[in-house]
């Protein structure tokens, strides 16, 4: 079974930057998109950003747009999400998930696998 890894969370203040780093643990990830999804205390688990392991297709949603940088490494079976400008709107859980088929990015249905989520906060 695909399992996954999650690191770099943290505390920063706000306009500060973060890295975090998701690692697949197996090869096969290359046939996944692997997204990021974050949830604050009390909301809804929403959608951040997401990549084609195999084409490198990006997505993004419209809160994180020119702040947030998603990429791969497939040799590594990692992917990271580059955050800069963080503000305390930001502050939540952060998970990284696998779907092994396509459709809709940012849907938390047919998620194949989920990463155990790492710490973001961000003090003003």
């Known amino acids: 079974q695909l399992t996954l890894m999650e690191s770099g969370g943290g505390s920063v203040q706000a306009g500060g930057s973060l890295t975090l780093s998701c690692v697949a643990s197996?090869?096969?990830?290359?046939?996944?998109?692997l997204g990021w999804f974050r949830q604050a205390p009390g909301k809804e688990r929403e959608a951040v950003a997401a990549?084609?392991?195999?084409?490198?297709?990006?997505y993004y949603a419209d809160s994180v747009k020119g702040r947030f940088t998603i990429s791969r490494d497939n040799a590594k079976r990692t992917v990271l999400l580059q955050m800069n400008n963080l503000q305390p709107a930001d502050t939540a859980m952060y998970y990284c998930?696998?779907?092994?088929?396509?459709?809709?990015?940012?849907?938390?249905?047919?998620?194949?696998?989920w990463g155990q989520g790492t710490q973001v906060t961000i003090s003003s």
């Open positions: 998930a696998a779907k092994y088929a396509g459709g809709d990015w940012s849907s938390t249905s047919d998620v194949d696998a």
């Open positions: 990549i084609y392991m195999r084409g490198g297709n990006k």
């Open positions: 197996e090869d096969r990830v290359i046939f996944y998109r």
